[in-house]
């Protein structure tokens, strides 16, 4: 089969298209024909070796197969696996199985894929397990949203910032967006009611107060951001840098003393989230904007339009 192998940290020209061996699912695994798999921002992550990354592989990538948010149809079962059959079509995420999507087959834990509903393309489908489980809980498990919340979600141009918009708005919030100047639309049509370009303005400036904060690219220390939540307002690290996720650890670890409470957003494939956001999707209650699909041989270009932060909704790598 072939497959983009990333041996050395640096920019998307590290990967090499290899042809390699088809892996063999283990007993508790599916091997999966790939569909569809879409890009993160962990995947650039981990190939350019931000440094939460180099603790667990200090000189080289500890994934040579980057991609874990995909679709695709069984191709063969563990033999411990009694839920799916040769010829199921579905999705997940293969984070906790070492990862691999960028590949024309990957093994994936069985427990980590829902048979994907017809109506959903495999597009669609290899959108939700990662950003769409980020923004999905972020919203609703973390940030707990309720009717009449005001909400801030700094990222909300791209493919968490995505569900999380439209989430917290079906869910009664009014809703802030912080991206790109180049995003402004974007974030409109994901339903934001207020945008601001971060390049102009510094949210935590803002003469606001907001009940929940949802930041996937924080870098600040927590004391910056208790000014602009409300007194009993939750902080929801989706995603920042080291210093910031430090920071908000100390504080999350003080969370049962104060009134405002910091958590850092760790997501679950939690089989009744991805299928309760996969109908909202179907519902068209939630609308998954695909900003750019990509066939299997521009995987490094993909990988590229989102590190260049390019990237509006999700980036889609069609792989068969």
């Known amino acids: 089969m072939r497959a983009f192998i990333c041996t050395k940290y640096g920019n998307a020209d590290r990967l090499t298209l290899q042809e390699i061996a088809k892996p063999s699912p283990k007993p508790n695994e599916i091997l999966i024909k790939v569909k569809a798999v879409s890009v993160n921002s962990w995947d650039w992550d981990i190939m350019k070796g931000a440094p939460i990354i180099r603790m667990i592989g200090p000189f080289s990538p500890p994934y040579k197969i980057l991609g874990a948010d995909l679709s695709g149809t069984v191709e063969a079962v563990g033999t411990e696996v009694t839920n799916f059959e040769v010829g199921d079509e579905v999705f997940g995420d293969v984070s906790d199985s070492g990862w691999g999507g960028f590949a024309e087959f990957v093994c994936g834990k069985a427990e980590d894929f829902c048979k994907k509903p017809a109506e959903l393309t495999f597009e669609q489908a290899a959108c939700i397990p990662q950003a769409g489980m980020l923004g999905y809980q972020g919203v609703r498990t973390f940030g707990k949203v309720k009717p009449g919340d005001k909400v801030l979600i700094n990222g909300a141009g791209g493919g968490a910032g995505m569900f999380a918009c439209q989430v917290a708005k079906l869910d009664g919030a009014e809703v802030t967006g912080v991206d790109s100047a180049a995003k402004q639309d974007t974030m409109r049509s994901f339903g934001a009611d207020h945008v ?85 999707v179907i519902d068209k209650k939630i609308k998954i904007h695909v900003g750019k699909i990509f066939p299997f041989e521009q995987t490094p270009e993909a990988l590229q339009h989102v590190g260049d932060q390019n990237a509006h909704g999700k980036v889609v790598i069609k792989v068969s």
């Open 196 to 280: 601001y370009d971060y390049k102009q303005t510094d949210y935590t400036k803002l003469d606001q107060k907001f009940d929940v904060i949802i930041d996937a690219v924080a870098h600040k220390w927590p004391s910056t951001y208790r000014r602009v939540l409300s007194p009993t307002g939750t902080f929801v690290m989706m995603g920042g840098k080291m210093r910031a996720i430090i920071g908000a650890f100390m504080a999350s670890r003080k969370n049962a003393d104060e009134v405002q409470k910091f958590q850092i957003l760790m997501w679950s494939v939690n089989h009744k989230d991805l299928l309760d956001l996969a109908q909202l």
